[in-house]
Every structure is written in structure tokens, then in C-alpha cells.
């Protein structure tokens, strides 16, 4: 089973940038789509961005196109969110989740999570 480990949060004022990695040990993390998500206090986790196994693939939430990038380097085990033009509305725990095919949902089909790492987009 792989495990997850998010980094690369922080605090950063509105129109900045912060790029979170998730490392990746244990089994193979090639074998895996993956994806961020995210939770603000009160709300529930949503989908932000997803990657296929290749690195090709790519889906975004409407809220983050155009803004946000997804990639991976297989070589390293560790995928990764560059984030620009922050807002104060991107505020929340990012997680990072390796992604399954089952499930009707971005959420459903997330079955290994990371801890998460908080970002904070100050106005």
C-alpha cells in the first residue's frame, strides 16, 4: 500500500503562488491516477485536480483552471500542485489522494490519503 505525505503549505498573500509536493513510498506510485483535494473548516473536502498515471490526463476544478498545475515525476515518487494567483477563498487543508476508477465522485474514488497541509491566502 502507498503511503502519502503532503508538504510546501504555507501562508501567502492573495495573488501569490505555493507550490505542495506529496511524496509517495511503498508500492509502486506509478501505478496510480492521483489527485488534490481540498477542505475548508466547515465545508466538505472537494475535488481540485487530478493527473493520470502517465502524467497525461489532466482535469481541474472550474474553481482552480487556468490558476492551478498538476504534474508528477515518477522518477521521484512525488506528485505536485503549483498553485498562482492565489485567493483568499483557496484557504483550506489540501490533501493529496491516490485516485481508483471506482466511484461517481473525484472523492469516491480516493481510497489512500495524506495527512494534509494547510494554505493560508491572506487578503
Known amino acids: 500500500q502507498v503511503q502519502l505525505v503532503e508538504s510546501g503549505g504555507g501562508l501567502v498573500q492573495a495573488g501569490g503562488s505555493l507550490r505542495l509536493s506529496c511524496a509517495a513510498s511503498g508500492r509502486t506510485f506509478s501505478s496510480y491516477a492521483m489527485g488534490w483535494f481540498r477542505q475548508a473548516p466547515g465545508l466538505e473536502r472537494e475535488f481540485v485536480a487530478a493527473i493520470g498515471w502517465s502524467g497525461g490526463n489532466r482535469f481541474y476544478a472550474d474553481s482552480v483552471k487556468d490558476r492551478f498545475t498538476i504534474s508528477r515525476d515518477n522518477t521521484k515518487n512525488t506528485g505536485y500542485l503549483q498553485m498562482n494567483s492565489l485567493k483568499p477563498e483557496d484557504t483550506a487543508v489540501y490533501y493529496c489522494?491516490?485516485?481508483?476508477?471506482?466511484?461517481?465522485?473525484?472523492?469516491?474514488?480516493?481510497?489512500?490519503w495524506g495527512q494534509g497541509t494547510q494554505v493560508t491566502v491572506s487578503s
Open positions: 489522494a491516490a485516485v481508483n476508477s471506482r466511484g461517481s465522485t473525484w472523492v469516491a474514488r480516493a481510497d489512500i
